[in-house]
């Protein structure tokens, strides 16, 4: 039954080697790779808005200095990205990067930021995605959760069938998307030009406003940088580059950079020229794109493209999840059911634990995401600061040729990135002090289990060279709890009379007449087997067996005699069958197992029926 | 760590003889066992006035000719009751006398009405309970649906912990709630004839009203029947009474009607004669308190007794569900699993059953349970008129000494059950169709589950003179996946050796170098045991394993080997441990159980630290 829903869902099981590392040209790769970047001008002109709205609409005007920054801010990221491109041609993940150079413990709070990160990656995109959806059609708001757990739920069971396959397919929205506002970018411009815009919409440059400070410049530019989440994807993802790798990566980064800071800046542009002001119904490019075109199809097609792209952020957020949890898992300091294969070679583990993650966010901020924003950009700048860091430490350690210029450059990348970190610290404390105990929190768990599978390993351990100790004079004393005399038992009975010569059934009745009925019934099968009953006060089978088996271990503690226990199990025709049968009973020997240190053989009875 | 909680939760398990029969006298066992039907009055005359406000308020006054209906019936009941203890001495359960006398598919008929009677109980009285705490504490009412959840819990817990160990305790709120009711009525009163109530607060008797119809009249009295829920209590717990228990049981009836009756003939009374109209956010009780005392603290100790009672009635839900589901477990139309006793010699899986399907209920209403009240008293006059049938059939049958007039009685009780059956369903049919869809699928479930189990127990059977076969010539095959060279694969194959002489170590790797490496340190160790290498391009160990064990099979065919599987599992010291072993891998040998009828052995290995 689960078996098959889950075949339906998530397809045939594939062999190790239909994993085909299918190498990427620099378009295909542009687009697969940035679709986090690129979306996140879907949001991210509107954050800086939302803080310039708390002063007054006069202050508008501050977003165009504020983007200026912005736009910097991008320039240096990426050229100290291009650095970590050439340095780390294997993929520089911040968990590597930080890892390598600064040690285990930064790689640590390097990885559990990027695994947050991810999580709030798709509970973000996908809310977005769903305003973008809600502002074209307005009667779907209401139902903004139900849409976006929708459609977590959706990408996750793409991404548990392996979704890298149909790569091809993920690209055009990021196309359609850059095509999109390209369209809208030159449309509301050429309509500024020709004075289609009211003069009245915005405010002058350099308008004074009563109230404007460097905190809410600072705040502001802070939301302002949440377009920048996404910039680190292509330089994780270098192997997946055709020869030779890190230079066509290095060369996409800058392409996907330049495109990234025309969206930004026109849409910034307009969104001042046109006086959007945000909105809890409708997203400032929605309100963009209205203005502009109207709501005629155009309108709706930009929509659907920006819910697109914003729903393929999510989805690298499914690609980069995983294997951060693979690496940290064989680095042991993630379960190790991270880094198991599912059925259709995807982490499945990985994939289910991102999705229920980013859903169970999704529902608890009600649809309203934008209040995570915030964490999410700190999310990202804390890796992005190791990164640097960790390169400026390779630069002094190293010293390759033309160190002292790269070094220059992630200098200068550090610099900026912890300066964002403090101002987010000092603007949006409110927002992101979760961070500070969820970022130890992870490091305190990751090396916990660390030292648990140290410790697991140190037991494990066997010396080849001693000699194999066969214990040759191991008896084995097998007993077989019976509750009647039922085909089961004789089944049971034979096997475990194949196994040992000492084989014991147990009874366990209720009443003394119970117990004498039994025995009788028992006299006259003639199995050779010993009966033992035990009379119980408790109605527990499994009380009375562990009192027998602790009387026997006694007894027999010097030969040292394995106790089995033979547990036969149904195994039924129908999927519903098995709720008649005890699977408690199941469930209450497990205990056994673990309190009194004996094997259980659990014998499978097919019914016929 | 589960175990733990549990302990905390539900106390030391207890020994079966533990189990005391304790017989109550007259007056505890009124308590006790009328609390359901007692309870009935915090919520059935308001049942009335929400029909009738629906045409006027002016028709209020209708609220006491419906009344009288009400009593009229009441009294027929008792009468009919009276009847059935003395029948059914052993205690007469709808379930029993309609299986009895009108066979298996009544019998069903009223056993599935009665299992969602018993969750209706508990969801409509416990939200009952909570109108009375939020009546008294408005601010608490946006909690209604935590508050009644929380109380749903907790006696849930307190049942697994088995309450009927306290039940003096659980007398006294009843006695508290007829003394409050009966202070309230006499002061009601004494005010209404020193007029201290405005002579305009209701219209006369007679007031001629627009509107008004036999409908309305009638569905106004179907849900006034909803005071008479729970007065079959007694006839189903007559072996709890001192003897003579049919007697006593017939006495305590008879004294619970009157009080019923007095307390239902005064509160209809001062409800009219106060002009209380139904509201959302205060219980027409609330009400009837406030406007005699105000809210000073004799209306805060009614509000307290009336939650109290209405607690105590869900209890009484707890206390027959599961004996219910015991009954039909034991008659093989429901899972096994409901004959259980737990630790705490309750019913456990009956009780959880009920508890989180009244908390499902009380969730999907959002509290609002007064929706599923009339749903409530279908529910409870299906068993009504099937019991008054079945003994109408049982009188016919047997004839036994005065059986006219008992059949007279029955006949009269049979008739006003139906009638009433009828109006609910002519004048409420959008509360209760699902009854009759809900009830013949109950009866189809029951059904299903029967032949299976019949179909079962029919595989199973053995001829206990025919010899037992011990097959001699049976051959163990015994299997040890191996991971590499550890404890815990010496451990493993220590064991198995011990069982067989036939030992085969599978090891599945991905690569031929991984392969190699392994069979050399095998060769190295000197085990003694075959090590079969499977190169997989899968990863999945249980595909290969799979594959493997289908060709043992087919070699061995005809010797009748048998092939068993060890599973070596991790005890581990702390329970989040358990976390960082593959869970997985049990799962998935479990299915190999399933698919390929293989025996599986779990050896337990503790870890130390």
Redo the contacts between chains.
Sequence with gaps: MFHKIKRILIGR?L???ELHHQKLNNLKALAILSSDALSSVAYGPEQILIVLATVSMLAFWYLLPIAVGVLVLLVVLILSYRKIIFAYPGGGGAYMVAKENLGTNFGLIAGGSLLIDYILTVAVSVSAGTDAITSAFPPFHPFTVEIAVGLVAVITLLNLRGLTESATILAYPVYLFVFALAILIVGGLYQAVTGHVPANAHTAIGTPVIGINLFLILKAFSSGCSALTGVEAISNAIPNFKEPAPKNAAFTLSIMGLILGSLFSGVVFLAYWYGIAPSATETALSQLGSSIFGRNGFYYFIQAVTAMILVLAANTGFSAFPLLAFNLAKDKFM???FT??G?R?AYSNGIITLGLSSILLIIAFEGHTENLIPLYAVGVFIPFSLSQTGMIVKWIRSKPEDWKSKLIVNLLGAFICYLILIIFFVTKFEHVWIALLFIPACIFIFQK?YH??E??GD????D??A?????EN???LVIVPVAG??????QS???A????EDVIAVYVG?SPEEIERMEK?WE?????VRLVTIF?????VT?SLSEFIDTIKEKTNQSGT?V?VIMP???TKKWW?S??????GFLILARL??TK????????Y????
């Design positions: 099981p062999r190790t080697n379960p190790r059911a198991i294969r059925d070679l289990i648990h599978y410790d697991v037991q494990l351990r066997i080849l060279s000699k194999f100790d066969d214990m191991t008896r084995n005399i039922t085909k089961v038992v004789a009975l034979v096997y009379k194949s196994l040992s209720s019934k006259k099968w003639q199995t050779g119980s006060l408790y109605r527990s009380a394995k089995t199990q149904f195994i069958h709720f008649l049968h005890n699977q408690t197992l673990k240190n004996v094997n259980i053989t659990i014998v499978p097919q019914l016929e029926k």
